[in-house]
Structures are given as C-alpha cells and as structure tokens.
C-alpha cells in the first residue's frame, strides 16, 4: 500500500506563494510518476503538474505554466509543488498522486488526502 500526506497549504494574499509537500510512504516508487491536481467547489479535479521519479521530466498545465514549479527528493521520498504568483482562481484542495506521467486523473494510482489552498484578492 502506499500512503501519501500533503502539507503546506493554507491562506495567501493574491501574489503571495505557498510551497506544497507531499511526503510519500510504503511501496518503492522508483517507478511511479507523481502529480498535483486541484479541485475548486463545484469543479472537477483538474490536473496542475507532473514529475517522473527518474530524470525529473516536468509537464504542466498551461494555467500554471511559468508560475508553479514541481520538484521531487528521492531521498526523501518527497514531491513539492512551488507556487508563485497565486492568483484568486487558484484557490482549490490540492491533492497529491503517485501513477503513471499524466494529466489524467484515472492515470493515478493513490492519492493523498489533499490540502486547502485559499487565495483572497
């Protein structure tokens, strides 16, 4: 079994930025590709940036791209997610996923219990 536990989240003023960690627990994941994703009320998951374990190849979504940077230490088992830049539309749970290098949901495997990140304006 794997376990993942998201950190990090919380209040920001729009402009600000948060760093998220996702410490990652249980089966080896030399294999496994680690992602973010967001939900806002009334919205589906929505897929926000990826990362191999292996090479560190990185994908985004095009509405973080240049904003928010995906990071990982193997050593320690750990993905981060660094936000700048935050913007009111943001503002969602953002949950951790250990699976394939995707950005569809269903690609992934287990995922944590999500974070709250709330951006006021």
């Known amino acids: 079994q794997v376990q993942l536990v998201e950190s990090g989240g919380g209040l920001v003023q729009a402009g600000g930025s948060l760093r998220l960690s996702c410490a990652a627990s249980?089966?080896?994941?030399?294999?496994?590709?680690m992602g973010w994703f967001r939900q806002a009320p009334g919205k589906e998951r929505e897929f926000v940036a990826a990362?191999?374990?292996?090479?560190?190849?990185?994908y985004y979504a095009d509405s973080v791209k240049g904003r928010f940077t995906i990071s990982r230490d193997n050593a320690k088992n750990t993905v981060y997610l660094q936000m700048n830049s935050l913007k009111p539309e943001d503002t969602a749970v953002y949950y951790c996923?250990?699976?394939?290098?995707?950005?569809?949901?269903?690609?992934?495997?287990?995922w944590g219990q999500g974070t709250q990140v709330t951006v006021s304006s």
């Open positions: 996923a250990a699976g394939h290098y995707s950005y569809y949901v269903e690609e992934y495997d287990y």
């Open positions: 249980g089966r080896t994941f030399s294999s496994y590709a």
């Open positions: 990362i191999r374990w292996r090479g560190g190849n990185t």
